[in-house]
């Protein structure tokens, strides 16, 4: 089955990483382009990883994960290879209904990371289903190239109109039909 496409608000969501290699640093960098308020824990950390945690000033632990250590989270990602770890974990994520990721294990997950494109507010997400990470990632580059680099000077002004005009039919078609004549100049 597909997993269902929805945009989380992470404000107020603490987050925990269990994990401290490469696929973690993946992970941490994603996450870093909607919150911060991330925490990490893992035996090891690389050396990219703790640079990553260091600049962005970040909570972390070097030691092993211990059952009851996401209690306090809305959003677990476990980037080890440990798979019985995922299990465990992903089961307890249950107990505390917080949102699992096991990164390349999907049995373990609630939700999996797309490949997306974040330009100012605007993010669009590509996924697969997990059926080719490869095809999401290249149909992202594709999609990216697409996109004009004054794509955040439009939408502030369209939030901006959005917050001063009032509600209704009228500011609903305005808004459409600028929208509508940016996308077709911008395809030329």
Known sequence: ?????????????????????NIAYEKLVHLLDFTDDI?????????EMLE????NNLHFEKRAYKEGDIAAYAVVIIAVDD???????????????????AV??????????????????????VSTSGASPAMAKHLRRYLQNLIPENIGTFLR???????????????????????????QNWSK
């Open 104 to 125: 390349d294990s999907v049995d373990y997950c609630d939700f999996i990371f797309p490949s997306y494109i974040k330009k100012d507010d605007l993010t669009i997400a």
């Open 39 to 47: 925490d990490l824990i893992a035996q090891e950390f690389s050396d």
């Open 83 to 101: 798979i019985p770890l995922q299990a465990a974990i992903f089961e307890e994520s249950k107990k505390y209904k917080c949102l699992c990721n």
């Open 52 to 55: 990553k945690v260091k600049e």
């Open 157 to 183: 002004e369209m939030r901006s109109l959005r917050e001063s005009l009032p509600k209704g039919k009228e500011r609903m078609k305005m808004l459409d039909e600028k929208a509508k004549k940016y996308i």
């Open 1 to 21: 089955m597909s997993y269902f496409p929805a945009f989380l608000k992470l404000d107020d969501k603490k987050i925990l990483i269990v994990g401290g290699g």
